[in-house]
């Protein structure tokens, strides 16, 4: 047999005899390496697949051997932390019927069981218990693969029913098993080398689950857990999980009275004074800053002739999530009367929908469909075509805080983070081509500057490439993804690619920030556009320098997004304790004996002049339970007025977190609170 070369990721080579693995790989590099590495990534032409160490290499593949810092290491701990959780449960109630696992990896492992009875309190302490004995005994995950046949009979002798079920569902003739200790599992892999290579686990519940989701199906316990790198790692995550739900952002809304929600408008939040108060000032901030990056903002319409979204695409591309009617027909009176031309035309149905739509439907708007904007972009397009465009009127950047609206599934709204009524900071720039790179580099100071003021200072950029399903030629998605790499380039910032990860109608970079508790929310995002505006869709031109029409380029993009997701992000980053600027009571007063109250309902009067939001707390109650009342409602600055400060016309003051700043007289006061609350840029 001849040897075989694979390529490095420096681009270097290393020949290996037939058959070598990347075990063997790792090794004859280093034994280091080869104690460390726990699974290889290998692309061999377009296919790119993460392997066990132990399966064989191919001759001019490219390998990256991968250690547990690596996130599809990770995934695959999680996966063989599963059969770690199989064979515990198998050793530990013999007969446990064994089902399947999760096909993609989140954060959570997960396998369904049947014994017969439901797990208890008890059970998973025990399960958990022979799990980390299991991975004390480091035993080593062996893969086969076997003709499907065989793999019946053996999983016939072991009395495992439920496989016989999942080898039907499979189409190969051959399939792969692995096993660890005395478990035995179909499984597509991979898996770490070994058990002991799991370095912490936590299960984190049990429930019940219908066999392949069917409610008709046997009823099975779902038992989940959490792998971990070290026990560090889960030490640090459980605790950021009881912050977590400290923070919760829809804890805090009710707690600091932001807003709510009401079934009658599901996933629709309702904002209180107090939260509409920080939701304008968010806006108040951003459109301070279009001013000085050269923005202006526009008005557009709410509802649009789905002729529109068929223009743009989205019609194809989106119609599950948005919401359409038909002029001013209902659903009762529209149905009515389709049920009445349907049993008038039961045999033309030619003439049913020329009799239920008319001949004039194109004119009248009664029956025009209709759609609900769920984004800004195709309104823009009809904005821009509304004049004509000369090179020297761009670049033309048009922002515009419109509601929209997206008909999300019930299952996955939550919160703030994913509603279906919302505004974004959103805005386009119509620009020609030569233009493209400034205008990104533009919007990355932008960001910059904003992300600065809300103190998320971990800052990190993907280039999300194109996806498999997309418009547009080849040529304008390779013009789209070298402008925003090399825009990033000249700002020397550094990024990673995601693959396939771009919008169908153009690449984007994406900003993901890392809030106080280290997770990782994306924010910002700059897509560049070449469909939209082209011939096949609004066909927005410019006059060039040569007098001839040519195509504009339209960059879409967002800094904060969806105000009501990043107010949702931001309340948990900040635990509820907004900065003095943007906190939606900036003072409180709070005088303690009645010869105060005078001078206190004179010193509001005269701070609310200077633009401050300050509340004045008049209760006959005493000093620490006001000064606990603003520290529960996160007021940054708590102004204390008894009869010495009444003589000598001041307050003292005590500032959020308990601070006591002492004595200053109102003159200072003023001065100093009119500073700490001044908008940033």
């Not at 996966?79 to 954060?107: I, N, W, Y």
């Not at 209902?330 to 045999?347: F, H, M, P, T, Y």
């Not at 004049?387 to 509601?403: E, K, V």
């Not at 006591?660 to 940033?680: N, R, S």
């Amino acid at each position: 047999m001849t040897d075989i070369s694979v390529i490095l990721p420096d681009g270097s080579k290393k020949t290996l005899p037939h058959g070598a693995t990347a075990a063997d790989l790792a090794l004859s590099i280093s034994a280091g390496l080869a104690k460390a590495v726990v699974a290889a990534r290998v692309k061999l032409g377009a296919k790119t697949e993460v392997r066990d160490l132990q399966a064989p290499l191919v001759d001019g593949a490219q390998v990256w051997l991968l250690k547990l810092d690596d996130k599809d290491a990770q995934d695959i701990m999680r996966h063989s932390a599963e059969h770690v959780l199989a064979t515990a449960v198998c050793r530990l109630f013999p007969g446990a019927q064994v089902t399947m696992g999760p096909r993609d990896h989140g954060k959570e492992f997960y396998y369904d069981f049947d014994i017969g009875r439901p797990f208890t309190p008890e059970d998973l302490e025990r399960i958990e218990a022979e799990m980390q004995k299991l991975i004390t005994e480091d035993k080593p995950f062996i893969r086969r693969e076997v003709p499907k046949p065989q793999a019946r009979e053996e999983f016939k002798q072991l009395g495992q029913k439920y496989k016989d079920q999942i080898l039907d569902w499979i189409p190969d003739d051959n399939v792969t098993i692995y096993q660890n200790h005395d478990f035995t599992d179909l499984c597509r892999g991979p898996h770490l080398p070994s058990t002991g290579r799991i370095k912490a686990v936590k299960l984190t519940g049990v429930a019940g689950a219908y066999w392949r989701g069917d409610q008709s199906r046997e009823m099975l316990q779902r038992i989940s857990g959490q792998a971990f790198t070290s026990k560090d790692e889960m030490t640090k995550h459980f605790a950021q999980l009881e912050e977590a739900k400290k923070r919760d952002h829809r804890k805090l809304g009710k707690e600091l009275e932001l807003f709510f929600f009401d079934p009658l408008a599901p996933a629709s939040p309702f904002f209180l004074p107090r939260g509409a108060l920080v939701y304008n000032k968010l806006v108040e901030y951003v459109r301070k800053l279009y001013v000085k990056y050269g923005y202006d903002e526009v008005v557009t319409p709410q509802i649009f002739d789905t002729k529109l979204f068929k223009t743009s695409g989205h019609y194809d591309n989106y119609e599950e999530n948005m919401y359409f009617g038909y002029g001013g027909l209902s659903l009762r009176k529209l149905n009515g009367l389709i049920r009445q031309v349907a049993e008038d035309n039961k045999d033309n149905k030619d003439l049913f929908a020329k009799d239920v739509f008319g001949d004039s439907a194109e004119e009248d708007v009664e029956w025009r469909e209709f759609g609900v904007k769920p984004m800004n972009c195709p309104g823009h397009c009809i904005l821009y075509a509304h004049s004509l465009h000369s090179h020297r009127d761009l670049p033309m950047r048009i922002a515009d805080f419109g509601r929209l609206h997206r008909f999300e599934k019930g299952g996955v709204t939550h919160g703030l983070a994913r509603v279906r009524t919302f505004s974004q900071d959103d805005a386009h720039i119509f620009c020609t081509p030569d233009q493209v790179q400034a205008e990104i580099v533009s919007f990355v100071n932008l960001l910059d500057e904003v992300y600065r003021a809300f103190e998320f200072n971990d800052v990190r950029i993907r280039l999300a490439t194109r996806p498999e399903k997309r418009a547009g030629s080849d040529a304008d998605w390779d013009r789209a993804e070298k402008a925003l790499e090399e825009a990033l380039m000249g700002v020397k910032r550094e990024f990673t690619f995601s693959p396939g990860e771009g919008a169908f109608y153009g690449p984007k970079l994406e900003f993901h920030v890392k809030d106080a508790l280290e997770r990782s929310w994306q924010l910002g995002t700059i897509q560049v556009d070449y469909v939209l505006p082209g011939p096949d869709r609004f066909a927005l031109t410019f006059i060039n320098r040569e007098g001839a029409k040519d195509q504009v380029v339209m960059l879409h993009r967002a800094i904060l997004g969806s105000l009501e997701r990043f107010l949702g992000v931001y309340l948990e980053h900040i635990g509820g304790k907004f900065p003095a600027w943007l906190a939606p009571e900036q003072a409180r007063i709070l005088p303690i004996t009645d010869e105060a109250m005078s001078y206190a309902n004179e010193l509001r009067a005269r701070l609310l002049a200077r633009g401050l939001r300050v509340d004045l707390d008049a209760r006959q109650e005493k000093l620490g339970f006001k000064v606990r009342e603003a520290q529960l409602m996160q007021v940054p600055f708590a102004l204390v007025i008894g009869n010495k400060e009444v003589a000598d016309k001041g307050v003292t003051v005590r500032q959020r977190g308990g601070k006591d700043l002492g004595f200053m007289a109102e003159d200072a006061l003023t001065a100093f609170i009119v500073k700490e609350c001044t908008m940033p840029g």
